[in-house]
Nanobody
Framework: QVQLVESGGGLVQAGDSLRLSCAAS????????MGWFRQAPGKEREFVAC????????LYADSVKGRFTIARDNAKNTVYLQMNSLSPEDTAVYYC????????????????WGQGTQVTVSS
């Protein structure tokens, strides 16, 4: 069983940057594709980014492409989401997600979820 714990959320101003971290325990992440989803108040949880288990393929939602970068450090069993040029529309709870072997872009693909970390961007 994989346990995922996010950190790094907070309150920032529009235009600022923030880096989220997702630390895993229980199993190595090296066989998992890793991703980030987010859920804004009153909205469904949506895909943000995904990184293949090898790290050689990435997928991004159109709304974050060019601003967010997903990365992983398998030695540290940690995944990151670097978020630049943040806007109030990025305000949401951000969830780390893991899927065995293959990439994910929908909630139903996810095998393991973190508990979420709040990101709030003020205008």
């Amino acid at each position: 069983q994989v346990q995922l714990v996010e950190s790094g959320g907070g309150l920032v101003q529009a235009g600022d940057s923030l880096r989220l971290s997702c630390a895993a325990s229980g199993r190595s992440l090296s066989s998992y594709a890793m991703g980030w989803f987010r859920q804004a108040p009153g909205k469904e949880r949506e895909f943000v980014a995904c990184l293949s288990k090898s790290g050689d393929a990435t997928l991004y939602a159109d709304s974050v492409k060019g601003r967010f970068t997903i990365a992983r450090d398998n030695a540290k069993n940690t995944v990151y989401l670097q978020m630049n040029s943040l806007s109030p529309e990025d305000t949401a709870v951000y969830y780390c997600a893991a899927r065995w072997l293959v990439v994910m872009t929908t909630r139903k693909d996810v095998n393991h979820w973190g508990q979420g970390t709040q990101v709030t961007v003020s205008s």
